[in-house]
């Protein structure tokens, strides 16, 4: 089966070939990161405007570099939400087009399913599986007993895991998107600040790090204050520890909780290593799958996987599909 898929939910225009819910035969992606630069941030109106400009292109390139035709797909799949409602609309439309012109079905992914089945590509999994989902938007901890049924067991109260790297990076001066270069420049330092892990002993699966933000903030400001002289990459190190270890604490409870045989770490931020090597090393009672790193950001590869097993389940949409800011799983 093969699977056309459309993503546009933030600031990435990506078109996919998959096939069989598993390979990924060309995954193109257009992103808006450059432009956003000097916003030091994405704004929705620009978002919007450049997908219009950027989807025939990727969508071409995503069936050329497959080597296959439109009549080959069978299905159309896109992201219908979460997401920047001005940005979605641009891939739910490019997607009825194509679906309207070939008769090919259409399908609507979560994006958030889209993240957790990045983790299944070229991969098998075990159930019941624990998805820790980091990205700039959300942070949730999703137990699986099998295919597209998705238990939500906790989220953060406030800031995002990527939305906290991005605003502790632009503490340290460094430029949007902060998480990868902060990512950089904490391997060069050690974890020689105490900063606190807030929620780690509570007894559900909520998060809450804004608190961390200000910690980091009140840290450097003192250490300004008192010129008392502090390498960025040590703040950086000690911030990332401090996230990693309350990500580890909570998914060993849940692990004993759940049962769990298998950790799919996803997302945006399942490219930081110091979370990617914490988990990796500090969970000994189920196997842990890192995202590859191409696949953790936004890509239509991992909508297209997911789709399919929404397919699966017998869950097709219609042209009638409308974007969503706000969706649950
Ligand atoms: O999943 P994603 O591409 O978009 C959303 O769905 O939100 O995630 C983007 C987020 C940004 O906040 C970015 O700073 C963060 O992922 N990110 C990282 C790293 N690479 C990207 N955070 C920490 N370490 C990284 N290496
Ligand atoms: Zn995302």
Redesign the pocket.
Known sequence: MYILSFESS?DETSVSVTKDGKHVLSNEILSQIDIFKEYGGVVPEISSREHVKGITYVYLNALKNANLKIDDIDYIAVTEGPGLIGSLLTGINAAKIVSINTHKPLVGVN?LSG?IYAGMIEHDVEFPLLAIII???HTEFVVMKDHYDFQKIGSTLDDAV??V??KVARILGIPY????L??KIGKEGKDIYKLPRPMIDSKDYSFSFSGLKSATLGLVQELENKNIEYKNSDIARSFEEAVADVLLKKAKTAIKEFGIKEVLVV???A??SVIREKLEKGIKSAKVTLADKKYC??NAAMIGISAYYKIKNGLIDDVTLTPKSRLDL
């Open positions: 933030c994006h993240h990205s700039g938007g990527g939305e790297f991005d998107p902060g998480g990868p902060l990512d997302g945006g931020s490219a930081n950001g936004d």
